[in-house]
């Protein structure tokens, strides 16, 4: 069952990142049905329920009836966390799944980068020349941001299991063309998060293996995405980064004072916006611009306080950060490599999107916040304190 997970997020991504108002809620009910399908099989199975499983999933649907993107996300990512405490196997099979899904996701933004522009699916998008099946490319850097990480892990994994060189290269190639799409999505911020959340994932792998076998994670994908991009036209890609920084000085002035009236309502309703539309509320502090509407902060902190308030805004990112430096903690305390695998592909996919959260908002965009959920799901499962008991469930 726990292929439903990928299959939504595969779904959502053809309906351009999953923003369409019918998608939210197919995928919401599907997550629904599939948790109490789980608890239903629990009580037949074990005359018992998790009662922390129970719980989050009765308070989430909840929290959907004020935020559907946040409700489903939230969900999602407890699915994860019940499939992969007990089976760590399943974490990895979602894993492989999503980089899957992010190659083929990648090769449609080369493909619209040389051959169709703005082409998604029958669609033409006027405004972003390559952003794979996302309308921004910045959300589509996102997505590949939380999956490069993953990619890398795998072949981590697969090295250090003595797998054959044929089949690690399948993941570093794949790394690689997903780093090279983001390249070419000329998305700053995006390239910047997907650069830095692969440090962060080869500083880790590093430090688990001190031996020279990790450097090949290191230097051949760093290597081939060089020497493609050179191969394609390095020339042409400085040329557009450029002219973008010089477009975009007086967009980044701007944000700075987006944020600074962000802080100004923040202030006036402190226990935040809920149900009430930040594009109608901003409207009255806005001083940038006054002619633009803004429906997002472009900065996902800002966003999330100012829509459920400071404490549970704050209760929010204490919680994402608290399992983040408690899976730093828990890496070389977990000895198999199925449990360390997860761990590093977590926290590189969640570097990268925190790093991205500060100059977008890219959790405001349902798959992107998914799969966020999915791999704190992942991390909070195999980062517990005393590991659960591994046997069989569904």
């Known amino acids: 069952m726990w292929a439903i997970l990928p299959s939504l997020v595969a779904y959502q991504l053809i309906a351009f990142g999953g923003v369409l108002d019918y998608s939210k809620n197919v995928v919401f ?36 009836l004020f935020d559907a993107n946040v409700g489903t996300a939230t969900m999602t990512g407890i699915l994860a966390w019940h499939f992969t405490r007990n089976q760590p196997y399943r974490g990895l099979s979602i894993l492989k799944a999503m980089t899957v899904l992010g190659v083929i996701e990648a ?25 794979g099946t996302f309308i921004n490319k910045n959300h589509f850097a996102g997505f590949i941001g939380l999956v490069v990480p993953a990619c890398l892990a795998l072949g981590w994994r697969s090295r250090n299991k003595g797998s054959d060189a044929g089949h690690t290269s399948i993941y570093v190639m794949a790394a690689m ?11 700053r911020l995006g390239l910047f998060s997907v650069v830095a959340g692969v440090v962060i994932t080869l500083a880790v792998l590093r430090s688990l293996n001190k031996e020279s076998r990790t450097r090949w994670l290191i230097m051949i994908p760093a290597g081939l995405t060089l020497s493609l991009t050179l191969w394609i036209g390095i020339d042409a890609i400085v040329m557009n980064y450029a002219q973008l920084l010089r477009q ?8 700075l004072l987006v944020y600074k009236d962000t802080v100004k309502l923040l202030r006036e309703y402190p226990l935040g916006l809920w149900t009430a539309s930040y594009a109608d509320m901003f409207r009255r502090y806005q001083t940038f611009r006054p002619d633009l509407l803004f429906d997002h902060v472009h900065n996902d902190y800002l966003e999330m306080l100012v829509k459920f308030g400071i404490p549970v805004g704050s209760l929010f990112w204490g919680i994402v950060f608290w399992i983040f430096f408690r899976s730093m903690k828990a890496l070389h305390d977990r ?60």
């Open 177 to 187: 063309i997903m780093v090279v799409s983001v390249v070419f999505s000329l998305s």
């Open 29 to 64: 009910v599907a997550v629904l049905s599939v948790s109490v399908v789980l608890l239903i099989a629990q009580i037949i199975r074990r005359k018992s329920i998790n009662a922390t499983f129970v719980f989050l999933v009765l308070v989430c649907p909840v929290g959907a």
């Open 107 to 131: 090769i449609l933004g080369l493909i619209q980068y040389f051959l169709s522009p703005g082409w998604i699916l029958g669609y033409h998008n006027s405004t972003n020349a390559m952003s």
């Open 248 to 255: 975009d000085a007086i967009v980044q002035e701007g944000r």
């Open 335 to 394: 000895k198999t490599i199925e449990d360390q695998t997860i761990l590093v592909g977590g926290i590189g996919s969640v570097s990268a999107m925190l790093i991205h959260s500060f100059g977008d908002f890219n959790l405001q965009i349902p798959v992107n916040a998914v799969l966020f959920a999915m791999n704190i799901g992942m991390l909070a499962a195999i980062s517990a304190a005393q590991p659960y008991p591994r046997y069989s469930r569904m």
